[in-house]
């Protein structure tokens, strides 16, 4: 009855029907719904590894060192169990190998032609030392790495295992190939593009039925992270910086490229930035250093550490080898708000929900903005707990049930505690909290009730609550001035700027006060990845004029109501206190002239983005690309196959992309010229 109702009013054309028809039986186990406001995500793969230390010791050496910790007489019980446990999956690893040189070998002898013979040999030759033994070339580095990253890849359910500091990790073997003349620059970028090329085979995401709608065929969510500083506060901008981003191009895979820049970032990095972006390569994402490494020691972090960080997918960040499987837990946003003006109920289009959170009061008993704020926070502060106990069962379960050997021998604290990750074993961990769908929807659906219902007067919040129950049929003149009011956050007004701060400052404030099983903190993230899209396929008319089934914002972008171009976005995100935050993303559409074909018009958009970071912004990733070319890959997709965006946080190819995210994308503003 509801889907006939909501078909008549012409509210989906018909697509609900074939949405709920298409939904699939069972899910994918990523993550666990606790009330229509709060999920938790329930992988165990989310993470960086220490990649560097078998490359330069081998896993018989690594092994060697936990066969000496099993030799003593004093272990406790679960702590021998846990040292086995790293034994045996060095074993597979070396066993795993070996079977894989085999195999190489095997197709060498087969092979008549010369030149394929020769390379299956060298192929050959790399798996016959490594990863058993020390990398001793730029090669072999690569060859070693990939080994580690599908056996750890392959062992955990749900994965995101970013790649790390690859220009970092693999620096001191390229570096000697280059200087003892066994390697040439082209020779080592085309072993980079291989690796990037393999990385994104190993995100394919092939969802079924109508969810593949909302979604995509690669998830460029692996991050590489380049540049940034030392551990020492050095840039740590090299050689393979460059080529990294060179291979990047050249590939035109969909692997997140992950910049880190600080102060005294190179101007031919920003330059080689710009030029990527121009032409169209928006598999590159920006982080600021001195706000990530500020967060991060904020949240417990030495500061050697922080400054070591890496992104995992889209943004969040860790210290790589240091931390173990991080969750990541949402509150939806706006779904809170709709629960606050319910008095416990939720609002769907698939129906009410009724106890789905705490009763707050009836919207009459709000007589002035802060008592509807008040029982909104009460919402919050419920949710937030109801996910403190979901993700305490999950944790105390993987640590008893499901633990994680071949991240932990990937950890190395955990030898020197004798404790896999899921019991605490790492340096640090984390419970992401994402505050998802949306902040812009949320800021901009709570200061027009503020405003245009408390303080103007404009209509009552009954009023507005009917408007909203009706998908704003029949409220035109309602709906027009909640749209046309002047103030939108996303375009620098200090009002509205100050209120947003002012409003994540309290989530962040909450967020703190909680731990995780292993006593690590609970801290707050700002992405959407594809939620957005199908959360509001599902949802109901918001207070901030967006009507039912539409995308929410994606990220932590404002919701295409920008009208003074980056700048005011700029600013408006960066009135956000990214201090205590550790992930985010900044979705922006610009058009190629907003960064220019010479290069003192990349100068003013490098200058632009400086200004930004010193504003305190965190993350930004721009989608470069104009409307004209996103409609035409919707009509001829084969002309148009390497065409990157950025969705939630993550790259993707266009014209992989379902119907409904292509249309989000579109519908994003377009910002051209600076």
Known sequence: EIIKKLESENVFAGNLKAFLDAMPTSSSGGIALLSPSAAIGTWQGHIVIDNETVLHKGIIAMRESVQKELSCDNLKKEERDFLTSLDIAYEGILIYAGRLGEAIRNKAEAEHDPAKKKNYMTMFEAVSRVPAYPAETFYQAVQSFWIIKTVVGLSVPFNAHGLGRLDQIFYPFYSRDIENKTITRDEAREILEELLIKSMSHNMRPYSNYISDFSH?????????????????????????????????????????????????PDELHL??????????????????????????????ILEDAREYAAISCADICTPGKSGAIGASSILLCNLLDTTLRNGMSATLLGDISDAGLKTGEILTFKTFDDLLTAFFKQFVYTLTLIDKGVDIRDRVYAAQLPAPLISAFTPSTLRKKKDVTAGGEDYNVEFIILMNSIANLVDSLFVIKQLVFEEKCFSLSELCKAIDNNYHGYDELHEKIVNYHMKWGNGHPVIDQFAQEITSRFVDEIKKHKNFRGGPFVPSIVS???????????????????????????????????SGPTGVFRSVAALDFNNILECSLNIKLHPSSIGKNIESRKKWISLLKTYCNLGGMQLQPTIVSHQDLLAAQKDPSAYSDLIVKVGGYSVYFTELGRELQEEIISRTEHSGL
Not at 231 to 236: K, M, P, T, Y
Not at 239 to 253: F, G, V
Not at 272 to 299: H, P, R
């Open 217 to 265: 065929r690669f998830d460029g969510s692996e991050a590489v992270t380049i540049g940034g500083l030392t551990g020492d506060g050095r840039d740590a901008t090299n050689e393979l910086t460059y080529l990294i981003l060179e291979a990047a191009y050249r590939s035109k895979t969909v692997i997140n490229i992950v910049v880190r820049v600080h102060k005294n970032t």
């Open 272 to 301: 080689l930035i710009s030029d990527l972006l121009y032409n169209k390569i928006s598999n590159v994402s920006i982080l600021n250093d001195d706000v990530c490494i500020k967060a991060l020691v904020n949240y417990g972090y």
């Open 529 to 563: 990845m594809i939620t957005h899209t199908i959360s509001g396929r599902l949802g109901i008319a918001t207070p901030d004029g967006r009507k039912a089934a539409r995308p929410y914002a994606a990220g932590c972008s404002p919701y295409n109501v920008e009208k």
